[in-house]
């Protein structure tokens, strides 16, 4: 009886052994199945159809790197990082400390002049051309006065209604009395807008803002002849600017002039001169404004210009027209034929018009204060010319300046 008790007992014991090792092996089991599950996906997914197996791969999703989207992104970060260098420079000129000068390599003004700009100006061009519902006038010139601070109160016509496009409104005319031409200085500002640099030309380089120049030569081409220019080489030295000056003991002077956005658009004559020769160089576009002058080298002989030539009562003057980003349109109220940010002009060439004929000996006579031109939206304005060596220029570098006031006199 014993016996079989014991038996029945071991049994039962074997039994519950077995029983805890298969709940043991199937936790175990199951806690290694959740950690497969887990770290381990199975990279495909079996399918059975008709005993045959099919094979799915996993939904990826992948980033596919599109030559549009990396040049939107790059694109846009050198902008951001241009406009961040722009507003240092902003706060070092408000405290009066010397911007340092850092020249744009050749692949970046390779890539910069690769922009179509000229294709940009002439659809901006085109744009402004278009007539604006009169609802719509006030509220877009609103936001370009707010925009750049132009003071409508100096306009001839105040009412912004009038204006009936873009383009009649970057080219309002002004109050006779808002601009005073000056009659006690030789040489006065022929627009309004920013002084950049100003000063003698030396060793045949100008400064377009200081520290960085560009050549004489290439920003006006070589001389013309005597007989159209009427000028007389005084010094045995056969260098450009020698060839410029008239008179003995005169000197070549230069001031550039940043015109803004919001600035009057408008430039007139600086000085008492005759205008005999026009020379149009088709360029690049690229932007004048003080940030990039200071950046790119031989920036204003990289852009299209109209360089306006003559004489003086003291001799050689010459007045520069500076296109710009969206300033493809520089017209000179004279000069019919003149067409700027044409595609029948390439880029590297030049050509010229005289307007010494022979019906006509004098060319054309400019009075100071006469209206001379128009751009399109703001720009520069480069005066070059000879003067004694007693000239004195009345200006400070980065001044502001209007039309009519005083550039310098003897």
């Not at 690769?114 to 051309?129: D, E, H, K, M, Y």
């Not at 100096?154 to 009659?183: G, I, M, T």
């Not at 031109?373 to 220029?393: H, M, R, Y």
Request: glycine share 6%; with cysteine; proline share 5%.
């Amino acid at each position: 009886m014993a016996t079989a008790m014991e038996r029945l007992c071991g049994a039962a014991l074997r039994r519950s052994s077995v029983l805890t090792d298969c709940r043991f092996s199937w936790h175990k089991n199951l806690s290694l199945r959740k950690t497969l599950v887990i770290w381990k996906q199975p990279p495909f997914r079996t399918f059975f159809t008709d005993r045959r197996k099919l094979h799915a791969a996993p939904v990826v999703r992948t980033f596919r790197l599109r030559p549009f989207h990396f040049l939107v992104a790059t694109g846009g970060g050198y902008a951001g990082y241009r406009q961040y260098e722009k507003y240092k420079e902003e706060q070092l000129e408000k405290l009066g400390i010397e911007i340092p000068i850092k020249l744009a390599s050749e692949w970046e003004v390779s890539l910069y002049k690769s922009v179509p700009t000229r294709l940009l100006s002439r659809a901006w061009g085109r744009l402004n051309q278009v007539e604006l519902p009169t609802w719509l006038r006030k509220p877009v010139y609103s936001l370009y006065i707010w925009t750049f601070g132009v003071n409508m109160k100096e306009a001839a016509v105040e009412d912004l209604h009038h204006y009936r496009n873009l383009s009649e409104f970057f080219r309002r005319k002004l109050k006779p009395q808002s601009r005073p031409v000056c009659c006690y200085h030789s040489v006065i500002s022929p627009s309004d807008g920013k002084i950049l640099n100003f000063g003698q030309v030396k060793n045949c380089e100008v400064e377009q803002v200081k520290g960085v120049t560009y050549s004489l030569e290439s920003f006006l081409g070589p001389c013309t002849s005597t007989e159209d220019m009427q000028f007389s080489q005084t010094s045995s030295h056969n260098s450009f600017q020698n060839q410029l000056v008239t008179k003995e003991g005169n000197e070549l002077y230069h001031c550039v002039i940043y015109l803004a956005p919001g600035d009057y658009h408008c430039f007139h004559s600086p000085t008492d001169w005759r205008v005999s020769h026009r020379r149009h160089f088709p360029g690049s576009l690229m932007s004048v404004n003080p940030g990039v002058a200071r950046w790119i080298k031989e920036l204003f002989c990289h852009n299209e210009r109209v360089v306006l030539s003559g004489d003086w009562k003291h001799g050689f003057f010459s007045l520069t027209a500076v296109g710009a980003t969206n300033v493809g349109s520089i017209r000179i109220y004279f000069d019919r034929d003149l067409r700027t940010n044409s595609p029948c002009y390439s880029k590297g060439s030049y050509n010229d018009f005289s307007f010494i004929t022979n019906n006509n000996k004098e060319g054309i006579p400019m009075r100071k204060g006469e209206h001379l031109g128009e751009f399109n939206l703001g720009s520069t304005i480069v005066l070059i010319f000879e003067a004694p060596k007693d000239f004195n220029f009345h200006l400070k570098p980065g001044q502001k300046i209007r039309f009519g006031e005083a550039l310098g006199s003897l």
